[in-house]
């Protein structure tokens, strides 16, 4: 019913930057929230951040000071500025989309994932 793309992943050197984008298609509605997740080999999948609703953010603590989540709301979009990488960043970043699939209810869909590698 909705389909995520994302795109911008790519090999980059510690301390680099590199931006994330993901567009949402398809039966879209109302979006509740758009971000990112990331897995690294052998680990869960985290949250990275969200933007809700009313320019709520919910940014992890790994993060904080170095990434920046921003969405469209027109758009469907969000996008991911990422800063000061580091070799622990590395992992599959997932976009997320939390949509309005009825009156009273969500429903949480994923992109394919795009892969950040952080290394020299």
């Known amino acids: 019913q909705v389909q995520l793309v994302e795109s911008g992943g790519g090999l980059v050197q510690p301390g680099g930057s590199l931006g994330l984008s993901c567009a949402a298609s398809?039966?879209?509605?109302?979006?509740?929230?758009m971000g990112w997740y990331r897995q690294a080999p052998g680990k869960e999948r985290e949250l990275v951040a969200v933007?809700?609703?009313?320019?709520?953010?919910n940014v992890a603590d790994t993060a904080k000071g170095r990434f920046t989540v921003s969405r469209d709301t027109s758009k469907n979009t969000v996008s991911l500025q990422m800063a000061h990488l580091k070799p622990e960043d590395t992992a599959i970043y997932y976009c997320?989309?939390?949509?309005?699939?009825?009156?009273?209810?969500?429903?949480?869909?994923w992109g394919q994932g795009t892969q950040v590698t952080v290394s020299s």
């Open positions: 398809g039966n879209i509605g109302r979006i509740n929230a």
């Open positions: 997320n989309a939390v949509v309005w699939a009825t009156e009273a209810s969500l429903k949480g869909y």
């Open positions: 933007a809700g609703e009313s320019g709520r953010k």
